[in-house]
């Protein structure tokens, strides 16, 4: 089945340390989406990318980095830059067809130890 | 700029009770309109989407109607279940510059009591 995969579920990163998350899709999609979910929030964009090597800053990009260089993947790199990292943070592609809809991942939850 | 207002949560239903989440929007333009579902711990669903005014996208018993005149998109469904218990976002789609993106309202949690 086609469709998007966040790993890990959970992460925990240290004190400044940087972490890495995964998503793939296999979608064939163009465009991929990295959103941070706060607990009784909306989704807030961080980095988005339309194409391969191609990636703009979203509302909240400090202290995130990103790469595309495949389609199928769109890792999100959260630095010691972040100062407030802990959050849900989900990843969507799409076709980028204005009347089409996001695809998302499951999540990765990454907390602080 | 383009937002989306959601109705403040949390909302408690008992089942078989008729659900309205009420949403409206400002844009430019002509956006497309969208109804996610997150259940605990998990990603976004789409649950229907509307691209014209007028338009009714329905999906699982749910409802809502893309009504220009009043930048509404309310959804409906007319007997809740149990497993309807989750949280609910009102999203439009958006140009900024040659990207498509999404904006998102706050969410409304729905708990259905059996």
């Known amino acids: 089945d086609g469709g998007i995969t966040q790993s890990p579920k959970y992460l925990f990163r240290k004190e400044g340390q940087n972490v890495t998350l995964s998503c793939e899709q296999n979608?064939?999609?163009?465009?991929m989406y990295w959103y941070r979910q706060d607990p009784g929030q909306g989704l807030r964009l961080i980095y988005y990318?339309?194409?391969?090597?191609?990636?703009q800053k979203g509302d909240i990009a400090e202290g995130y980095s990103v790469s595309r260089e495949k389609k199928e993947s769109f890792p999100l790199t959260v630095t010691s830059a972040q100062k407030n990292p802990t959050a849900f943070y989900l990843c969507a592609s799409a076709t980028g067809e204005v009347t089409q809809p996001q695809h998302f991942g499951d999540g990765t939850r990454l907390s602080i130890l | 700029g383009n937002s989306v207002t959601q109705m403040e949560g949390p909302v408690t239903l008992s089942e078989e009770a008729f659900l309205t989440i009420n949403c409206t929007y400002t844009a430019t333009g002509y956006p497309s309109l969208f109804w996610y579902v997150q259940y605990p711990g998990e990603g976004l669903q789409l649950l229907l989407k509307a691209t014209k005014a007028d338009d009714k996208g329905s999906n699982k018993g749910f409802e809502a109607t893309y009504r220009k005149e009043t930048t509404s998109f309310h959804l409906e469904k007319g007997s809740v279940q149990v497993s309807d218990s989750a949280v609910y976002f009102c999203?439009?789609?958006?140009?900024?510059?040659?990207?498509?993106?999404?904006?998102f309202g706050s969410g409304t949690q729905l708990t259905v009591l059996p």
């Open positions: 979608l064939n999609h163009d465009a």
């Open positions: 999203a439009l789609s958006r140009v900024s510059g040659s990207a498509r993106q999404l904006t």
């Open positions: 990318s339309q194409i391969v090597n191609d990636f």
